[in-house]
């Protein structure tokens, strides 16, 4: 199976922050990779496609670049909605396997 | 607009069995590939299984494997996951998902397997 590492487990950060969360897979996925967030008692939401693509819809201050093994994600200055639970998801290999999430605190 | 709605969850005892189903609408469901994603209660994503566009093909993920089988009603716009043998740690919310690139999720079904 492909592990994904995802850092960091959890970040503290301020409204106005820019941060940036990384997934590094075991083994070359290529692009194949998505970045999702989940806010409390709701259903993942894809932010990110194919490694770089914005989800349409998504605000332009998300982020996404990297390529082979190396992920991630930028949120370029944080707003107060943004604080949520982040996955990266590698679908290049069988299983699927997410990263284990990245909960950003205030 | 794409919609996915999760059923068939709820309390069961340990070996039991349930079948979840995920009601697909706003696209053309039997040219997706869909998948079940569960959660544990404060835990992560965990991929569970996977089904083709006409079911003749499945994959499942070793968390449930031998205990699972999905499949899909295209006609109906259904997916399904049988479940048996449940166990404890098999508590979770079980999500329905679209597509080889998860693009849409559904808001779950939640299961409890507990004495």
């Known amino acids: 199976d492909i592990q994904m590492t995802q850092s960091p487990s959890s970040l503290s950060a301020s409204v106005g922050d820019r941060l940036t969360i990384t997934c590094r897979a075991s083994q070359d996925i290529r692009n194949d990779l998505g970045w999702y967030q989940q806010k409390p008692g709701k259903a993942p939401k894809r932010l990110i496609y194919a490694a770089f693509s914005l989800q349409s819809g998504v605000p332009s201050r998300f982020s996404g670049s990297g390529s082979g093994t190396e992920f991630t994600l930028t949120i370029s200055s944080l707003q107060p909605e943004d604080f949520a639970t982040y996955y990266c998801l590698q679908h290049n290999g069988d299983p699927p396997t997410f990263g284990q999430g990245t909960k950003l605190e205030i | 607009e794409v919609q996915l709605v999760e059923s068939g969850g709820g309390l069961v005892q340990p070996g039991g069995s349930l079948r979840l189903s995920c009601e697909a609408s706003?696209?053309?469901?039997?040219?997706?590939?869909m998948h079940w994603v569960r959660q544990a209660p404060g835990k992560g994503l965990v991929w569970v299984s996977r089904i083709n566009g006409d079911g003749s093909s499945a994959l499942y993920g070793d968390s449930m494997k031998g205990r699972i089988t999905t499949s899909r009603d295209n006609a109906k716009n259904r997916l399904y996951l049988q479940m048996s043998s449940l166990r404890v740690e098999d508590t979770a919310l079980y999500y329905c998902?679209?597509?080889?690139?998860?693009?849409?999720w559904g808001q779950g079904t939640l299961v409890s397997v507990s004495s």
């Open positions: 998902v679209r597509g080889d690139r998860f693009d849409f």
């Open positions: 706003g696209f053309t469901f039997s040219s997706y590939w």
